[in-house]
């Protein structure tokens, strides 16, 4: 990668950060595209909580829809305090606050009216989610879970994209297994027999990757803080509640 494409990359990132949000109180150009695109990366896991909160299929993604349209549109993110500055905090007791006064609307049945309404795959979604257990889980650690294992899924797409465009998908393809250190798909000597290189330089890949991952993971973390210095706090509580 260039340094002007590593520029480039820090520039998307920092433009995605909740705290431009949260500076701008949701009003700016720049703030509305960051909280969209946020949104949109995160959506499923509050689709996954209205549905475990009883509602079904077809009311569910209209209350996903509307919630989003609402939160786009109305600048509700002003509001936010700064100071407790997890996105998917925010993002939750927004979500609870307008199911608690949703009937009216829902009566009304409107799918869409001229609303901001995201582009959100909610045949993807709703496949996810008839993976989910059905009575292991609450609606509020459904929504944990589901916001962790995105995150995750997010880190191991962007570091696979970025193998992409260096021509190199090849090697990621072969290194993936490795990510979370030994591997029992493969071994580094059948990575290194498929790529034409030394073990030792395929294990010294391996570490190189699992590193790159990690400083993505954190950067993905600190997307959705106000603070960067809660990266290691939300990283522990995120992964106690995969392993939960």
């Known amino acids: 990668m ?26 700016a150009p720049d703030s509305l595209e960051a909280l969209e695109t946020l949104c949109r990366t995160y959506w499923f896991s509050l689709y996954a909580y209205v ?12 209350l996903t829809q509307e919630f989003f349209a609402r939160l ?47 582009s959100l795959d909610f045949a993807a979604g709703d496949s996810r989610y008839a993976l989910e257990p059905h009575h292991e889980l609450t609606a509020e650690r459904l929504f ?14 962007r570091l696979r994209q970025e193998f992409a465009a ?24 059948e990575v290194a ?3 034409g290189v030394s073990e030792g330089a395929a294990m010294a890949a391996g570490s190189r990757l699992r590193k790159k991952y990690r400083s993505l993971l954190r950067e993905e973390v600190a997307q959705t803080l106000a603070d960067p210095s809660d990266v290691d706090a939300e990283l522990l509580e995120l992964f106690a509640i995969l392993a939960s």
């Open 2 to 27: 260039s340094e002007n494409d590593d520029a480039d990359r820090r520039g998307d990132f920092e433009s995605t950060r909740w705290s431009v949000v949260l500076r701008a109180g949701g009003s």
């Open 144 to 157: 944990e879970r589901q916001w962790a294992i995105t995150l995750l899924d997010q880190v191991l797409a």
């Open 51 to 62: 549905r475990r909160r009883g509602y079904g299929t077809e009311d569910a993604q209209d």
């Open 166 to 189: 260096a021509g190199r998908l090849p090697e990621f393809e072969q290194l993936k297994p490795f990510l979370a250190g030994r591997s029992a798909e493969t071994s580094y000597a």
């Open 72 to 118: 786009l549109e109305t600048g509700l993110v002003g509001s936010a305090d700064p100071y407790r500055g997890k996105f998917r905090a925010f993002l939750l007791a927004s979500l609870r606050n307008f199911l608690a006064n949703h009937w009216e609307w829902l009566q009304a049945k409107k799918r869409g009216g001229g609303r901001h309404r995201l």
């Open 193 to 195: 027999a498929a790529l």
